[in-house]
């Protein structure tokens, strides 16, 4: 039995066509001024029990998640949206609507934030043996370095190479944070907000490479052209000292919503 309310997103303009909605299995509910898209869901599968036994399981959670974007990004083609995390349940339609009084008015001050707005992600990584094979190109120091090394007498140049090598290593781990700093600051300036994200490990990302920036940036539609041809000139000049940029969009503006009680 469909007896719980599934919530996507909330706007406050007509949405797709009722016929549309509905060959998706989605409703949308009427509350003052605004539509509520909503799909009402069993028990079995997002009763709070059931819910976070389900979201172990990888392929539901990414059969459902897939939907979930799907569903705000085909109401945000056409409407401005305020998008709610996956796996949002009300037990009853009064519920949900007491939700949208006692928050009305963020929920139409986040409507506004977000207008003519889409939500980008980015991360950077980086090739250290790549970076390695450049760092004298990028670091004066390890220059420096280099050419004591070929000056010296072998056995000087021996405990040289030795200091290198310690040195390569914080030239790295300096350079890294750098060129983070230095993308995130180019990407800001394109975007109305910015979001940091925790750096992942190797593990989850599946790459050999390190990544040295996870963030989420705000941007204005009229800027995105900017944003993606920035992105496509920052790879060609830094990918050959080993620096990687990875972006994702448009995607619902998860990130930048923020719902408070009047």
Known sequence: MNNLIYLFCITNTPPPPKNELES???????????????????DDEFSEENLK????????????????????????????????KFGTIYNSEEGLRKFVSDYSDS??????????KEEWSLKIFCDRKALG????????????????????????AFLL????????????D?????????????????????????LLPKEYTGREDTMILNATFLVNKTKVK?????????KEKDLSSGFFIETTGPWPPFSFISIKEK
């Open 226 to 234: 900017d944003f993606r041809s920035t992105v496509e000139r920052l």
């Open 174 to 198: 300096r350079l890294c944070k750098s060129y983070g700093q230095l993308y995130y600051d180019e990407f800001r300036e394109l975007s109305e907000a910015t979001g940091l994200n925790n």
């Open 107 to 116: 929920i139409s001050e986040n409507i506004q934030y977000i207008y003519e």
């Open 161 to 172: 190479k030795r200091k290198k090598t310690d040195l390569v290593e914080n030239e790295m």
């Open 24 to 42: 998706q299995g989605l409703v949308s509910l009427v509350f003052d001024e605004f539509y509520v898209i909503v799909k009402y869901v069993s």
């Open 133 to 156: 094979e450049k760092i004298d190109e990028l670091s004066t120091e390890a220059s420096e370095l280099e050419k004591q090394i070929m000056a010296s007498s072998p056995g000087k």
């Open 53 to 84: 036994k389900n979201i172990s399981d990888i392929k539901w959670l990414e059969l459902n998640a897939l939907e979930h974007v799907r569903v705000i990004s085909q109401i945000m083609d056409h409407n401005t949206a305020i998008p709610f």
